[in-house]
């Protein structure tokens, strides 16, 4: 069974405006994150990276590990 695929400039709009609201709650939590001096967590081909409020960015945690 083969089914067609309507898609529309409305689908692609909205796709659009999603992309946008995800982009900006992005750029508002790093903004707080470098506020509060919490480093930024990020992935890069699959490899964790942060990046400290100094700006730099490290593969080694900035985190203390929790023993229980």
């Not at 995800?22 to 990046?51: C, D, L, M, Q």
Request: glycine content about 8%.
């Amino acid at each position: 069974m083969e089914i067609d695929k309507l898609v529309t400039v409305e689908v692609y709009q909205n796709a659009s405006e999603i992309e946008k609201i995800g982009n900006e709650g992005v750029s508002k939590a790093k903004a707080e994150n470098r506020r509060k001096g919490i480093p930024i967590v990020f992935t890069v081909n699959g490899r964790i990276h942060y990046e400290l409020p100094d700006g730099t960015i490290t593969k080694k945690s900035p985190f203390k590990t929790v023993m229980r």
